[in-house]
């Protein structure tokens, strides 16, 4: 018999349906607690239960395991909650934007619903009250692939104004898809920064045994309120095991995995500390500290601006004809030579294309090759060692702020954010 | 006074040009040989000579280095030489293509050039004919960013004549840019290998003291030579060090960094193995034994094919309408909503999608969230753990074999040549 097969018989035969309040026992242990739904990623032969301290465990099952139903489906009454208030502790702010982190499952479908306030998702880590005050709002509810400029804007506005009003930081649960974009965006377009603003995201929801989400969130909120960084930073797991939370720099983080906790990795340059044991430990001591004053917002951006990613069979007419383009080319900043003359005409037509690199590691340089000598001749901006999806964000605020070509490549090879390191390190790699 | 000052000025006082014999002394170390030219990789103040053994040795010039001329630029006088044959050892084949692994330098120009005849470039290492035969050919000169598909044919038929009619194994050296994609390609078009087909590069030129041409060469020719591996595989430094050289699955390969020596690593899956001290060792026990008979080339490819990077400000518009599109997606496998009906529109009108991620680690599982499950429906194929360069060769092979989309939609999920690992390993990432 299949492992799931095992487990559906056993539930069946003791009359349970998740959302059940139940028993399991193995040879090895014995636990009570309601039945949660069963989770794609999770084993065959795992069942999850929900204890009554709020933790959700695994537990394997096999031919032996005893399952018995203790009572049918409890109800689970929402209270009304109210955020307690303590004026010895600092205040930050919650900005929810939605994400697999501001999820939670409803128990009787199994369907996975997104958090309908920040508050609730305050309460789903209601230690982060031990550390600071919360003021809770969203600013919108959106898987992060259908995030855009427009949404980058209006969260620069709203953490101004929170960080303007008295907030210690800013922590802004995100959605992992695109959550490099959009701390790229914000560290562009923030200026002054009074206080952190912490980009933090899950990679397993709530409902799961493995989630990520609350001590991710936890660790943001302490980055947030008892640390002294004026910068947008990411904060997620640093390795699989719960021992380190890594804080890295907006403009240098990327998801590199599609589903482990670990999946956001520092490129070309050191992590800029760890939350462990709800401590901060700074690696980088060159980080910009907060600023006096009050936070600016420069948050124009030209909207025409794509990314195109090289390959072999790549023809000039793939090559499109917006305000400006990064190229994601091969080695040091490459492009195949059949699609050079397309980028001269465009460029002369106004287009700024802007290189990075595919092997997202190391710097481009475009001046071993006779070739890359070409495409700086032409015009083509050599991004150092910027992310592509940091480029991409940089010359989307770079062409709303310079006023041709050499302005605009001025603004790109300015290091703003930390998105520019000076010198490559032989220690920051895979 | 600078560093690169420094060493201008003491070549000048010296009368020396680059290709001259001169003796360099500094306070631990005197040394003799012919002036290198100066690289751009290379600090300001190295110099570069090649020693009579053929080495090149980089030293760091102070003020107090002292440099004399022994003896003006001796011209280099081709010897006509002839390969060494020795019907005890196996004979293996070079098939030159070009790329940093086959320049060499002008001394007296600095230019770097491509060797010119495959010969010249198994002197360049004359430690090959310590352990097999060579026999040697020029399939083409490119830079690897040019190379198309045409070139991936010509490969496959030239790689399966070699084996056909006697070698042992085949190697080619061949541009870093776009080895991964060539090393996919031949995968998918070479069936029943009687031998290994190793494909080598390297990162920085043989005029360079750091060079990895040498040691990359010679591992790839032990490989070819005394494996017993059926398979196309990637042979480059496994780290900085020259004390391990990593045997790749030329499907799972990537280059990660721009200048490196260690750029390429594995993606989802183990290396297959290690060349260490001129010895192999198989970590992947599960690889591909060299077959029995003929190899047959099965390079018919679909070349009306694309990659699409998608990111925050993606438009309709700017999915093309081509037979294949490779989407490198966000996370799990996710698109902006608003160009999902695009998608819909053009695979009813004949173009197939295949989705992979640009997180490159981990697996594309489209049935997590609503949106991915409304993609699988309009037939977009979630290409599992292959890598997005690896999706777009296969993408143009299997729509050259299927006659519809699920004819190549079954191609695409259906493992031929270890692109696709069945279960996600926990032990190989970052």
């Known amino acids: ?18 959302g059940d309040k139940i028993r399991v026992e193995t040879k090895n242990i014995r636990r009570e607690g309601v039945l949660m739904p069963h989770h794609d990623f999770s084993s065959d032969d795992i069942v999850t239960i929900k204890l009554d301290n709020g933790y ?22 929402k209270k009304s909650r109210s955020i307690p208030f303590d004026k010895n502790k600092p205040t930050i702010s919650f900005v929810g934007t939605g994400g697999t982190i501001a999820c939670y499952v409803d128990y009787r479908t199994g369907a996975v619903f997104p958090a309908t306030s920040a508050e609730e998702l305050a309460f789903s880590v209601p230690e982060v009250f031990d550390i600071c005050n919360v003021k809770t709002q969203v600013a919108f509810q959106m ?29 802004i649960p995100h959605g992992t898809d695109t959550l490099g974009y959009t701390s790229a965006a914000l560290s562009f377009m923030l200026k002054n920064l009074t206080g952190p603003v912490v980009l933090v995201g899950a990679q397993r929801s709530s409902d799961r045994p493995s989630s990520d989400a609350a001590l991710n969130l936890l660790s943001a909120a302490v980055v947030a309120s ?23 720099r907006g403009t240098k983080v990327r998801k590199f995995h599609t589903s482990r906790r670990d999946a956001f990795k520092s490129v070309n340059t050191n992590l800029l500390g760890v939350v462990e044991n709800g401590e901060i430990k700074i690696y980088d001591k060159e980080y910009n500290k907060k600023k006096e004053g009050k936070v600016v917002v420069d948050s124009k951006m030209e909207t025409d601006v794509g990314m195109i990613y090289t390959y072999p069979g790549l023809k000039p007419k793939d090559i499109p004809d917006k305000k400006g383009v ?35 590691f190391g710097r481009i340089n475009m001046n071993v090759y006779s070739k890359g000598r070409d495409l700086l001749k032409i015009g083509v901006i050599p991004c150092e060692d910027m992310l592509p999806e940091t480029a991409y964000v940089k010359l989307m605020w770079a062409l709303a702020h310079g006023k041709n070509l050499e302005e605009v490549k001025k603004l790109m090879l300015t290091n703003f954010a930390g998105e520019i390191t000076s010198r490559t390190r032989s220690d920051v790699y895979l």
């Open 226 to 248: 008892k640390s002294d960084i004026g910068e947008v930073v990411v904060v997620m797991h640093e390795g699989i095991s719960d021992t380190s939370i890594a804080i890295h």
């Open 326 to 360: 990064v190229l994601i080319g091969t080695g040091l900043g490459h492009v195949p030579e059949r699609v050079i003359p397309r980028l001269k005409e465009l460029t002369e037509k106004g287009t700024v294309f802007a290189m990075t690199s595919q092997c997202i």
């Open 143 to 171: 898987f992060s692939e259908d995030i855009t400029v427009h949404h980058w804007q209006r969260l620069a506005e709203i953490v101004a104004k929170e960080l303007n009003s008295g907030s210690k930081g800013v922590v």
């Open 1 to 18: 018999m299949s492992r799931k097969k095992i487990i559906e018989n056993k539930l069946k035969t003791a009359g349970v349906q998740t």
């Open 56 to 77: 959700n465990i695994g537990i394997k099952v096999d031919e032996d395991t005893r399952i018995s139903l203790l009572e049918k489906h409890r109800k689970i009454v």
